[in-house]
């Protein structure tokens, strides 16, 4: 198990941008694979963002694709997601997830083994 800390929640009008970080507690950082998950109210846990174990690999929803960007930085056991052009759509609580091994592709939910607390992104028309 990784324990995960996400960051960088917020209120944000419509167009503007965030960037979340997450530091994981972990001595083998770089044989996880990571990814961002949202959780809008009402609605099931949705993988938004994925990248691979070294970070050459990444991997986004078509809801997101060309707006948001997922890194990592495996010298910091942190890892990133830059938000822009928000939408009102995508207000959830998002989290920061690991799973062991040389993942290929967005991962669902239910893929991953390990889980932040969760930060609130919430963007205003």
């Known amino acids: 198990q990784v ?16 960037r979340l970080s997450c530091a994981a507690s972990t001595t083998t ?7 961002w998950v949202r959780q809008a109210p009402g609605k099931e846990r949705e993988g938004v963002a ?5 970070g050459s690999g ?14 990592r930085d495996n010298t910091k056991n942190t890892l990133y997601l830059q ?11 998002y989290f920061c997830a690991a799973a062991h091994g040389s993942w290929l592709g967005l991962l669902d939910a ?16």
Do not use: C
């Open 50 to 54: 994925g990248i691979s174990t070294g």
């Open 29 to 35: 950082y770089k044989s996880y694979y990571m990814g």
């Open 3 to 18: 324990q995960l800390v996400e960051s960088g929640g917020g209120s944000v009008q419509a167009g503007g941008s965030l």
């Open 83 to 93: 938000m822009n052009s928000l939408k009102p759509e995508d207000t959830a609580v």
């Open 58 to 71: 990444t991997f986004y929803a078509d809801s997101v694709k060309g707006r948001f960007t997922i890194s």
């Open 110 to 125: 239910h893929d991953y083994t390990s889980w932040g607390q969760g930060t609130q992104v919430t963007v205003s028309s």
